[in-house]
């Protein structure tokens, strides 16, 4: 988890800091707080700060919470993060003498197949998680929060775009639907928050993230990571459906300056989708682009659908391009294709093998 060791990951890191849109001076002698810390968008953050510590002298007191202790030893070691090993559902053991300044609330559960088998956890992660975080930053007199969500809260719609202010239908007799209701019900106690306490809270609606920084994990069973792994071995690209769904996506680096942006520019109480519409493709779609401009037609996409296929976790079609134009307005900009992302990420792997 040695986060920033490959060449992509040190031109990732120095564009970010060097991106004149972040107000990099707000940050200095402040104290953040990263839950999700061990993921790879909270290590990312976390690996960020570290950086503009050294570059800007900012002297940015990181607080980092996980629950693998072994992961938070190497954030402590890599980044001179202060590492809180605990349960997101249990009050968060954070002691520190002034106030809390900033937060980013990442920890959740995001694999497809857990949060099938376990909804009850998903839910209880989400809506206990949050709500001790939101009290830790009230208690701290935090000056932003931000919290991350979902492309998933949108459910189903027919529109072509969807902005912030829509929303869809959940079929809430599905127990996939836990993680994206889930979602919703956070985005209400975030704006709950806002609203009865004054609590300066954002809300972050990701895209599918991923890039340089994500870890080579056989563990990761998100698309973009199997498509990786197969044009890495040579490997056809096995669909187990027709890849009909559309994949909003967004580069790391490009999320993590949309996270600092949002942090320090955003509007309190209100949303922002982090996304790159260029980046929004179907399933299949992302999988020819692999196939083709990665591995240059070396391998091929076969859609082969399982018997068991109700049970593997794989969120409803979505037909619609998430837009940005909200975030743009704070002087974000996303840098790279869905080509680029890929080939980024896959350089990145190879040269930490």
């Not at 707080?33 to 290590?43: D, F, H, K, N, W």
């Not at 980092?64 to 890599?78: F, M, T």
């Not at 559902?89 to 609330?105: E, G, M, Q, T």
């Not at 992660?125 to 001790?132: K, S």
Request: with cysteine.
């Amino acid at each position: 988890m040695k986060i920033a060791a490959s060449s992509i990951l040190k031109e990732d890191i120095n564009n970010m800091l060097s991106d004149p849109n972040i107000p990099w001076d707000d940050l200095k002698n402040s104290k953040v707080l990263v839950t999700g810390a061990t993921g790879s968008i909270g290590g990312l953050l976390i690996c960020t700060l570290s950086a503009a510590n050294i570059r800007y002298n900012l002297k940015i007191d990181i607080f980092a919470h996980g629950r693998s202790i072994d992961k938070g030893d190497i954030l402590k070691s890599e980044y001179n993060a202060k590492f809180i090993a605990s349960d997101i559902r249990d009050p968060i053991p954070l002691n520190i003498p002034h106030n809390l300044d900033y937060v980013f609330h990442c920890a959740a559960i995001t694999k497809s197949a857990d949060i099938v088998a376990k909804p009850a956890d998903v839910l209880s992660t989400e809506a206990d998680g949050l709500r001790n975080t939101l009290n830790i930053a009230l208690k701290h007199h935090c000056k932003s929060f931000v919290y991350l969500s979902s492309m998933e809260v949108y459910g189903q719609l027919d529109n072509d775009t969807v902005a912030e202010s829509d929303l869809g239908y959940l079929d809430l007799t599905n127990p996939r639907s836990s993680y994206p209701e889930s979602k919703r019900f956070c985005e209400a106690l975030c704006v709950a928050y806002y609203t009865q306490h004054s609590l300066p809270v954002k809300i972050a609606r990701l895209a599918l993230t991923f890039g340089a920084g994500v870890q080579n994990d056989e563990s990761n069973t998100r698309v973009y990571s199997q498509f990786a792994r197969k044009a890495l071995a040579g490997e056809n690209i096995e669909l187990h459906t027709q890849g009909n769904s559309i994949s909003n996506s967004c580069y790391t680096a490009d999320t993590i300056r949309g996270l600092l942006t949002i942090l320090l520019k955003g509007n309190n109480g209100e949303a922002y989708n982090v996304v790159n519409p260029t980046a929004s493709a179907t399933i299949r779609d992302m999988a020819n682009t692999v196939a083709n401009d990665i591995c240059g037609g070396n391998i091929e996409v076969v859609i082969n659908v399982p018997d068991d296929i109700n049970i593997r976790g794989y969120a409803p079609d979505a037909v619609y391009v998430l837009n940005a134009d909200k975030l743009k307005a704070l002087g974000w900009v996303p840098k790279y294709n869905l080509a680029e992302m890929y080939k980024r990420m896959i350089a990145d792997w190879s040269e930490k093998q």
